[in-house]
């Protein structure tokens, strides 16, 4: 690489900083289970909750409500969010942020895909 270079990588990342290191952090999260894989059917009444057409922070707080919603009442939450137009919501719901914020609340309750489109939410306990 010539000197040229170097001054211009040294100048956009900065010294310590390779040009090639990745801006995006590492989360560790499990596979989400897949509805039909594990036979998983909601029990009782299912509440669906549209997530289409709306932003990522009211989608957020669309969802905790009816997490909490569902724990008090036991029936099982459909979140529609897509996938065709971006994944930031369907990211949020199965990649770990949303299950911390549960968890914090004192609502417990797991997580199946339902395809790439669509996510269970199941308060109850089930056996895997």
Known sequence: MSKKAN??????????KPHNA??????LTTPLKSASSVGFTPSGGCCEVDLHDIGLH???ER??????????????????????RGTAIRDFIRGGP????LNAKGITGEFYSKG?????????????
């Open 98 to 101: 949303l299950q911390q914020s």
């Open 22 to 27: 990745s801006p995006r952090k590492h989360t």
């Open 116 to 128: 790439d489109g669509a996510t269970y939410f199941d308060p109850g306990t089930r056996g895997n």
């Open 58 to 60: 009211e989608a957020k």
């Open 63 to 84: 969802i905790k409500t009816a997490a909490n919603k569902a724990s008090k009442e036991s029936e099982t939450v459909l979140f529609i969010h897509g996938f065709n």
């Open 7 to 16: 001054r211009l990588n040294r100048h956009l990342y900065g010294n310590s």
